[in-house]
């Protein structure tokens, strides 16, 4: 019932255009990033006082007083890593989040199905198997199952394979004697016939028979996730493989006033040759900018697509290689003629190296050069303890999401054996030496949840509180250092850090406020609390009332 009342809230606060009010927080703890205060005072869209409440209403005389009633306040969460438009689908299709078995998976398509007749091809999001009973992937027979006669397509969460039914494989033109596009995959059976599974490049095969979604959904897609988001508590959010054409509804919704978090694109390498030629750009407001371009250089750890310096340890090969590196080198040069900004996706210890390597060749004996551009590897997760250091020594950002090493430590051990566990997921170790961590989600592959963000960053536990002989609970941070991984590092990462990411005088009132104190908390609180009111620029873009 909570979520569905916040959700219209934010919807018809969004919608509300509403300007920023003067606004005075008390009642609960109140975060700067800097201090821990009694009140925070706010006028025409900015802090206007942090400190002693008497004080603060002399600063915003007649301000709306809101009485936090033991919730706390924070400097603007802001996701690292994201995909808009992936939320917004997410919320408007199969969203196979949470299954726990092929059986359910199959129940539940089965189910979709009889809600949702028709002849269309059938898609759906967000399954991992990776804790599975039946301790496998998903077929086209477990498919064919619950819907034999129509195409149906099911993406895994991390987004980097799919299964498909016989319909859709059939209707794509898979066979036994198709071959794999460089940098994919094509899973068999037994019988030397598509399992129906399909990894990193290999999904093209099967999605160009899918039709686009209409231009109306995919606006819908746009403000849904934007709704979700302010819902959660996050104030911005870092919009990853962005296409022209979400920039220009988000743009639109900013400009009505119904943008509730401000969003920075990273382009597709497809749509990003404006922002390669021009560099960044941001609209007046502050609401929407478009950074530079996102690419990829391997695949994911749960397919096996990251590509690592040695062979996995429970299966044979070293992962994928999914852009060329003349395409990479390419891109990276036109980036620093024109200072947009470069983010690249590399999972394993040998997708990191390369990344780092081509950076570094990029700018040449111009290290300040390399520094001074913030260009980033989004997930960082497995590196090589020679790497690990070369993210501060050049200034590259590592972009990584606490809740994938939660999940992911499942199963990493099985892929990686013990010795490159010790470089996976290493967030404590790249923040000693003076590594700029942004820390981010990667929804629609977790679910986009700052709460959950920060207790995996600072628990290093599962959601039940379990973990692993084998996670490596020192890699854990302080709840200090988690606050700024999802606060003023990605502010950094955006080159924000004098805007975002602290609540200080005369700064944007971008705040996040939670239904328990993160920095005492039990972390049992931590994992079921939630949002509890959401400003940005002074405006309340979601509020709903603490539970009692």
Do not use: C
Request: no cysteine.
């Amino acid at each position: 019932m909570r979520a569905t009342i916040g959700l219209a809230l934010a919807a018809l606060l969004a919608a509300s255009g509403a300007d920023a009010q003067d606004l005075l927080l008390r009642g609960g703890p109140i975060y700067t990033g800097e201090a821990k205060v009694e009140a925070l005072a706010v006028k025409g869209g900015k802090v206007a006082f942090a400190g002693a409440l008497d004080q603060a209403r002399k600063a915003a005389p007649g301000a709306r007083e809101i009485d936090l009633k033991g919730a706390a306040a924070y400097p603007g969460f802001i996701d690292a890593h994201a995909h808009l438009s992936g939320v917004g689908f997410r919320e408007m299709t199969l969203n196979l989040e949470g299954v726990a078995s092929v059986e359910e998976l199959v129940a539940r398509l089965k189910a979709w199905n009889g809600a949702h007749p028709g002849q269309d091809v059938l898609s759906g999001r967000g399954w991992i198997e990776t804790h599975w009973p039946e301790k496998r992937f998903p077929t086209r027979a477990d498919l064919d199952r619950a819907v034999p006669d129509r195409p149906v397509v099911l993406t895994r969460a991390d987004g980097h394979a799919l299964v498909a039914n016989s319909a859709m494989l059939a209707l794509a033109g898979v066979t036994a004697a198709t071959a794999a596009p460089e940098g994919g995959q094509i899973l068999k059976g037994p019988d030397g016939a598509p399992s129906g599974m399909l990894v990193d490049n290999a999904m093209a095969l099967v999605r160009a028979k899918v039709p686009p979604p209409t231009a109306a959904a995919r606006a819908e897609a746009v403000r849904r996730g934007a709704e979700v988001y302010a819902a959660r508590g996050w104030t911005g959010l870092h919009n990853m493989g962005a296409s022209r054409e979400e920039v220009a509804t988000e743009e639109a919704l900013a400009r009505q006033g119904r943008l509730p978090i401000r969003i920075e694109n990273y382009m597709s390498l497809a749509e990003g040759g404006e922002v390669l030629a021009t560099g960044p750009s941001r609209d007046a407001a502050g609401m929407v900018g478009v950074r530079g371009v996102k690419m990829y250089m391997d695949g994911a750890l749960g397919s096996r697509g990251a590509a690592l310096l040695a062979p996995y340890a429970d299966a044979e090969g070293t992962g994928l290689i999914v852009t060329p590196p003349q395409t990479i080198a390419q891109a990276l040069a036109r980036a620093r003629a024109s200072g947009a900004q470069i983010a690249i996706h590399a999972i394993g210890d040998r997708g990191d190296r390369l990344v780092l390597d081509a950076y570094q060749q990029a700018f040449g004996a111009d290290a300040s050069a390399l520094k001074a551009a913030r260009w980033r590897v989004e997930h960082a997760q497995i590196l090589s303890p020679d790497d690990l250091p070369r993210f501060a020594q050049l200034g590259v950002i590592a972009s990584m999401q606490p809740s994938h090493a939660i999940g992911d430590l499942y199963f990493a051990p099985a892929r990686l054996g013990p010795e490159r566990l010790k470089g996976a997921y290493a967030w404590e170790s790249l923040l000693k030496t003076g590594a700029a961590v942004a820390g981010g989600s990667d929804a629609p592959v977790e679910k986009g949840d700052p709460l959950v963000e920060f207790y995996a960053a600072a628990y290093r536990h599962d959601l039940l509180g379990k973990s692993g002989a084998d996670w490596h609970p020192e890699e854990a941070v302080s709840r200090g250092e988690a606050l700024a991984m999802l606060t003023s590092g990605p502010a950094f990462a955006v080159s924000r850090e004098e805007e975002l990411g602290k609540l200080a005088v005369g700064r944007p009132a971008d705040i996040s406020v939670f239904s328990v104190d993160l920095m005492t908390a039990p972390f049992e609180q931590i994992a079921r609390a939630h949002a509890v009111m959401t400003i940005v620029a002074g405006k309340v873009v979601y509020e709903v009332s603490p539970r009692k």
